[in-house]
């Protein structure tokens, strides 16, 4: 989903598709994918006295405003946290997809009205949120129990202000690895050890194409090296530090010379054929999934989620987990806590307990949201993690080291707009006879129309 832009958790990535992330069926759908999107409040049927403290007959209601699939619920979090609270009840409020839900919280937080306890911001978005509403969020880094040394370095900075104010904690990062089938990798005459694997592309994404040239070589009949330009070109501009904005904020896409090579690059898989004709997270794409129309895919934790949710019976245990050419991350949400909801004090407590590394390391182990606590990597639910779609890779210490690897990239107020851009209305035309030049012009366009606005 993550986000998770996921195309997310999760479109985005902070890439350009929205944020999913369930394990299962991952956020993924929630952000880009096409459906009615509506918002819907689960509380469980508890009534609130609107008590701060909890006193009286009633319960205190802490409500979530969340997009797409978080997985806090699914995960059993706010049953374990009303156990260890009983004067607290959790309710969510959710809008499926990221597009719809953001819009309205910067009108709710612009007039500090209709505001839940604690509000989602997806990794696509919190660059905006900090730089122009961080006055309307608690600073989080003084809540009790939050610890910035828990966190990964680069996921605490996202959402902290120049002047050291925190606006959200953060729930979950998209470390980004390469998910291969191994049966037609070994039908194609490619190594299949995940060691191996890795090294034919190590430290290039130049060498990444080489290997899809190897693999178009002896392709079994029907099959691309990867799924989606899309994708291609996400994972590729996700392990850049910078991207579409410089760090004193100005936008620098169309001049930054990874911009370019990244889109070149995959342009060019484009018109060799090493890539499938889809768009990420449609129907068409999902049948190829199904049918198992491609050997790789630019995989984040919450995307082995998609693919099993995606995947025929018998694809489980053919798909193992290689390193990424550079590492690099796609989704992410955070948390944060809006000085006008009615509850500031338990949300905070709440949030805090929330995203502290224990349920971080639940949440990954039943959702496969990985944790952007670090200290959560030594967790049993970490280190000892599988999937049924890799058998025994060990996933979480290959997501780890792609977590703690990841450069501390600077994300600008409209990277999903950017994103989406270069990849719906830009590399995907050449799978459809475009040029490379045709492609980036028409991108382009798109873009800067759409900035203007």
């Given at each position: 989903m993550r986000g998770r832009t996921l195309p997310h958790s999760?479109?985005?990535?902070?890439?350009?598709?929205?944020?999913?992330?369930?394990?299962?069926?991952?956020?993924?759908?929630?952000?880009?994918?096409?459906?009615?999107?509506?918002?819907?409040?689960?509380?469980?049927?508890?009534?609130?006295?609107?008590?701060?403290?909890?006193?009286?007959?009633?319960?205190?209601?802490?409500?979530?405003?969340?997009?797409?699939?978080?997985?806090?619920k699914e995960a059993g979090l706010y049953t374990e946290y009303e156990k260890l609270h009983p004067e607290i009840k959790i309710a969510e409020n959710v809008i499926e997809r990221n597009e719809n839900y953001y819009p309205a919280l910067l009108n709710h937080l612009t007039t500090s009205s209709g505001l839940q306890d604690i509000q989602a911001i997806e990794v696509g978005n919190i660059a905006e949120v900090v730089s122009t509403q961080a006055g309307k969020f608690e600073d989080l880094s003084k809540a009790p129990g939050v610890k910035k040394s828990d966190y990964l370095d680069w996921k605490w900075a996202q959402a902290t202000t120049k002047d050291g104010q925190t606006i959200g904690l953060g729930t979950d990062v998209g470390p980004m690895a390469i998910c291969y089938r191994k049966d037609l990798f070994e039908q194609a005459g490619l190594p299949t050890d995940r060691a191996e694997v890795s090294k034919l592309w190590a430290g290039d994404w130049n060498k990444f194409i080489d290997a899809g040239e190897q693999y178009k070589a002896k392709a079994p009949k029907g099959t691309t090296f990867m799924d989606s330009p899309g994708g291609l070109l996400n994972a590729i501009l996700s392990s850049e530090k910078e991207k579409f904005y410089d760090a004193s904020g100005e936008v620098i896409y169309k001049t930054n010379p990874a911009i370019k090579a990244g889109f070149d690059l995959t342009a060019k898989a484009?018109?060799?054929?090493?890539?499938?004709?889809?768009?990420?997270?449609?129907?068409?794409?999902?049948?190829?999934?199904?049918?198992?129309?491609?050997?790789?895919?630019?995989?984040?934790?919450?995307?082995?989620?998609?693919?099993?949710?995606?995947?025929?019976?018998d694809a489980a245990g053919k798909w193992d987990v290689a390193t990424a050419p550079k590492s690099g991350n796609w989704g992410?949400?955070?948390?944060?806590?809006?000085?006008?909801?009615?509850?500031?004090?338990?949300?905070?407590a709440f949030a805090a307990w929330l995203t502290a590394p224990a349920q971080q390391a639940k949440l990954f182990s039943v959702q496969g949201s990985f944790p952007s606590a670090q200290?959560?990597?030594?967790?049993?639910?970490?280190?000892?993690?599988?999937?049924?779609?890799?058998?025994?890779?060990?996933?979480?210490?290959?997501?780890?080291?792609?977590?703690?690897?990841?450069?501390?990239?600077?994300?600008?107020?409209?990277?999903?707009?950017?994103?989406?851009?270069?990849?719906?209305?830009?590399?995907?035309?050449?799978?459809?006879?475009?040029?490379?030049?045709?492609?980036?012009?028409?991108?382009?366009?798109?873009?800067?129309?759409?900035?203007?606005?």
């Open positions: 999760r479109q985005g990535s902070s890439g350009g598709t929205p944020t999913v992330r369930k394990a299962v069926v991952i956020m993924a759908v929630a952000t880009l994918g096409a459906g009615l999107l509506a918002g819907c409040a689960d509380d469980g049927g508890d009534d609130d006295s609107g008590s701060s403290s909890g006193g009286g007959k009633g319960k205190t209601t802490i409500t979530m405003g969340l997009f797409g699939t978080q997985g806090f484009a018109e060799e054929g090493l890539v499938g004709a889809q768009t990420q997270f449609q129907p068409a794409w999902d049948t190829t999934i199904a049918n198992s129309k491609f050997a790789a895919v630019a995989c984040p934790p919450w995307m082995l989620g998609y693919i099993k949710g995606k995947s025929q019976p992410g949400t955070f948390l944060g806590v809006p000085k006008s909801g009615k509850h500031v004090k338990e949300a905070q200290t959560a990597y030594t967790l049993p639910e970490v280190t000892g993690a599988k999937n049924d779609m890799t058998g025994d890779a060990p996933i979480g210490e290959i997501f780890a080291e792609a977590a703690k690897s990841s450069p501390v990239q600077v994300i600008g107020p409209k990277d999903q707009i950017i994103q989406q851009g270069l990849t719906d209305n830009g590399v995907i035309l050449v799978t459809k006879g475009k040029s490379a030049k045709e492609a980036w012009d028409t991108a382009t366009k798109t873009i800067d129309n759409n900035l203007e606005k």
